[in-house]
C-alpha cells in the first residue's frame, strides 16, 4: 500500500507572503493530482503532473513533480484570502482506476 | 459539458435508520463512478467505485454498500446507520484508464447520524 504524505498539515500566513507545501511518496508513483478544497464543496483538480522533474504554473500557483516520481510540491505566490482551502494531492499508481489521496494541508490566507 | 449533481446536501438520520444517497452524472458515458467519505477536514477516504452498470468493488468492509442500476447512476446505501457512518461524503466520476486519471467531484453529503 503507498502511503501519502503532506506537510504541513496547517498553515495560517499572512495575505502577501509565499508559501510551499509538500506531497511525498513511499513509493515511485505514475501521476501526481493536486486538488483545492472550499468547506462543504468536493475538491477541485488543480492540476495533473506525470512526468518527472515537471513544473506547471497555474497564475500563482507553481507545482513541481520531482525527478524520482516520489514528490511534488506547491508553491504560491502572494498568497491570498481566496487561497484559503484544504489542498489535496493524490496519485495514481497507473494500472487502478483509484487514487491514493494524502490528509492534507489546511491553509489559511489572513487578509 | 460534464456535470455531476450530488443530493442531498445535509442530511441527519438517527442511528438504525436506513440511508441513501444518490449521484448521477451528465454529459459523458461509461464513467469510472466512485464514493468516497472525509473526515473533517482531512484527506478522502475510498469506499467504492464502478466500471460499469452492477459491476461494485468495495475498499473497505463496513456497514454501507454501492450499487449502479444505470450508467450515470451510483447510489450508497444502509440499512441501518451507525454512529461512525457520520462524515462527509463524496461522490466522484472519471473517464479514461491512462495515466494522469483526474476525478470530478460532486459537492458532497454532510450526514450527522445522531
Known amino acids: 500500500t503507498q502511503l501519502l504524505e503532506q506537510s504541513p498539515q496547517f498553515l495560517s500566513i499572512q495575505e502577501g507572503e509565499n508559501l510551499t507545501v509538500y506531497c511525498n511518496s513511499s513509493?515511485?508513483?505514475?501521476?501526481l493530482q493536486w486538488y483545492r478544497q472550499e468547506p462543504g464543496e468536493g475538491p477541485v483538480l488543480l492540476v495533473t503532473?506525470?512526468?518527472?522533474?515537471e513544473v506547471k504554473k497555474l497564475k500563482r500557483l507553481t507545482f513541481q513533480f520531482g525527478d524520482a516520481r516520489k514528490d511534488s510540491s506547491l508553491h504560491i505566490t502572494a498568497a491570498q484570502p481566496g487561497d484559503t482551502g484544504l489542498y489535496l494531492c493524490?496519485?495514481?499508481?497507473?494500472?487502478?482506476?483509484?487514487?491514493?489521496f494524502g490528509s492534507g494541508t489546511q491553509l489559511t490566507v489572513l487578509p | 459539458s460534464q456535470t455531476i449533481h450530488q443530493w442531498p446536501a445535509t442530511l441527519v438520520q438517527p442511528v438504525g435508520s436506513p440511508l441513501s444517497l444518490e449521484c448521477t452524472v451528465e454529459?459523458?458515458?461509461?464513467?469510472?463512478l466512485y464514493w468516497y467519505r472525509q473526515a473533517a477536514g482531512r484527506g478522502l477516504q475510498l469506499l467504492f467505485y464502478?466500471?460499469?452498470?452492477?459491476?461494485i468493488s468495495s475498499e473497505v468492509p463496513q456497514n454501507l454498500s454501492a450499487s449502479r442500476p444505470q450508467d450515470r447512476q451510483f447510489i450508497l446505501s444502509s440499512k441501518k446507520l451507525l454512529l461512525s457512518d457520520s462524515g462527509f461524503y463524496l461522490c466522484?466520476?472519471?473517464?479514461?484508464?491512462?495515466?494522469?486519471?483526474?476525478?470530478?467531484f460532486g459537492s458532497g453529503t454532510q450526514l450527522s447520524v445522531l
Open positions: 493524490s496519485i495514481s499508481s497507473g494500472s487502478a482506476r483509484q487514487l491514493t
Open positions: 513509493s515511485v508513483f505514475s501521476s
Open positions: 466522484a466520476w472519471s473517464v479514461g484508464l491512462t495515466t494522469g486519471e483526474k476525478l470530478f
Open positions: 454529459g459523458t458515458s461509461n464513467p469510472n
Open positions: 503532473v506525470v512526468t518527472g522533474g
Open positions: 464502478s466500471v460499469g452498470i452492477g459491476q
